[in-house]
């Protein structure tokens, strides 16, 4: 095992190889990568020391070895400017300087997010064990003696690079990891949503030729979520869910759901279902029925991701609740004021709207100003006082996804 002070430890064996112009580190992880090699005329070597002679002697020792970039300063009080500026892959630091000695430099590395991870080499001609032991617990990454053997300095400044390079290379992989697990995760939330919309305009399409009406629901309850202060990602939710506030319309005869005209109390009383309806399509299935799925373990396990889906636990209160009325007279519960899901309260505000605005079967649109006169009038009784407040208060940005998604087929 390779032991970076720098408070890293690399798993596995990091074989350090010295090939003429090449530092190379055998790398386990990932598999199928098995060497990282870093050219030697592209290392940016940065050498910190208040004698230039010292800094020309240790530079020739490495042009030797077929190093080629350097970045040097004997003024120690620009030393950090610079490796902020220039960000070496390793520094060689001395220690005893005039006005900022190397371990007030080093503490200064090791301080800054930018730098805090560059490889550190201290040298200094101090055989003091104190000043060696402060470095080290600064965090130096190698330590070496003046004056400087080379024998000694190529062997460290290689392994020290290859470590680095190891790092940097988990770090690439980690990376674009993420970005495929992002990539990936972008995938099946693209296709979560056009599921979730395709199950919300199967129900749509029963009275709704062209499925807008459950997108402006969704958006419209969006924007109300975000006026009443809540996170981008409920808002996404809530956006969401709401497309499958109606999906119970499936279980509803055509005969009652597309009545020209008032229904009859016995109609009306069909149409209610359609909340409970919309709950039995959402929600996972009963115990017995899992049971008899998990045994086809593909479908099973999809199917379980499914309902555990916080999208579709929303949607299954949004389904049953969004016609519920903050004074109680609302059904299919008859709940009141905050025992009503604010999710269902949102959509309720939304879905209200919509039906005012649209053109139904049994009603023309009713203009702007005539629909948030009807459900003023409702505040309180109907409607969440806050929810209808937060609702009118952007009712600006409702007016534009209105036009963005009219019904003009």
């Known amino acids: 095992m390779v032991q970076n002070s720098l408070g890293s430890s690399w798993v596995g064996s990091a ?3 010295m090939r003429a112009g090449v530092v190379t580190v055998e790398d386990p992880i990932p598999p199928g990568d098995e060497l990282v090699e870093i050219p030697r005329d592209t290392v940016r070597i940065m050498i910190v020391d208040d004698e230039p002679t ?44 005039p006005h900022v000695d190397g371990l007030a430099i080093l503490e200064g590395v090791r301080r800054d997010p930018k730098t805090r991870f560059l490889p550190v080499i201290i040298l200094t001609a101090s055989t003091d064990a104190q000043t060696k032991e402060s470095a080290l617990r600064l965090r130096a990454t190698d330590f070496l003696h003046k004056p400087v053997d080379p024998s000694e300095l190529l062997p460290r400044v290689s392994n020290v690079l290859a470590v680095k390079a190891h790092h940097d290379h988990l770090k690439r992989y980690s990376q674009e990891l993420e970005e495929a697990v992002a990539l990936r995760t972008g995938e099946v939330e693209a296709t979560r ?14 009275d709704d030729i062209t499925g807008h009406h459950i997108l402006r629901v969704g958006r419209y309850s969006g924007i109300i979520a975000k006026q009443l ?44 279902q359609h909340c409970g309806f919309g709950k039995r399509v959402i929600l996972p299935l009963p115990d017995a029925e899992w049971q008899r799925l998990k045994s086809h373990t593909t479908i099973g396990s999809k199917i379980m ?16 609740t969004h016609h519920e009325k903050w004074d109680g007279t609302g059904y299919p519960l008859g709940l009141a004021g905050e025992d009503i899901p604010i999710e269902g309260r949102i959509v309720a505000v939304a879905d209200v709207y919509d039906a005012l605005s649209s053109a139904r079967p049994y009603k023309a649109p009713f203009p702007r100003e005539k629909c948030l006169s009807i459900m003023q009038e409702q505040r309180g009784t109907h409607f969440d006082p806050k929810v209808l407040d937060a609702f009118v208060a952007r009712v600006d940005e409702i007016v534009s996804v209105q036009i963005e998604y009219a019904d003009l087929a």
């Not at 004997?74 to 500026?85: G, H, N, P, V």
């Not at 991701?305 to 049953?320: E, G, H, N, Q």
């Open 305 to 320: 991701d499914i309902a555990s889906s916080p999208v579709i636990a929303m949607a299954s209160k949004i389904a049953v």
């Open 229 to 272: 202060g809540f996170n981008q990602k409920y808002i996404k939710l809530i956006e969401q869910a709401a497309q499958l506030h109606d999906v119970g319309k499936i279980g509803i005869p055509d005969a009652i759901l597309l009545k020209q005209g008032k229904l009859e109390p016995e109609e009306f009383e069909v149409i209610k």
């Open 54 to 97: 010292n800094i020309k002697i240790v530079r020739r020792y490495l042009e030797n070895a077929g190093y080629k970039n350097f970045i040097t300063t004997s003024e120690s009080t620009q030393a950090l400017d610079l490796i902020r500026q220039e960000m070496p892959d390793i520094i060689l630091l001395d220690v005893m300087m």
């Open 193 to 206: 949503q056009d599921l979730i919309f395709c199950l919300a305009r199967a129900a749509e399409f029963r």
């Open 15 to 17: 074989q350090t190889a």
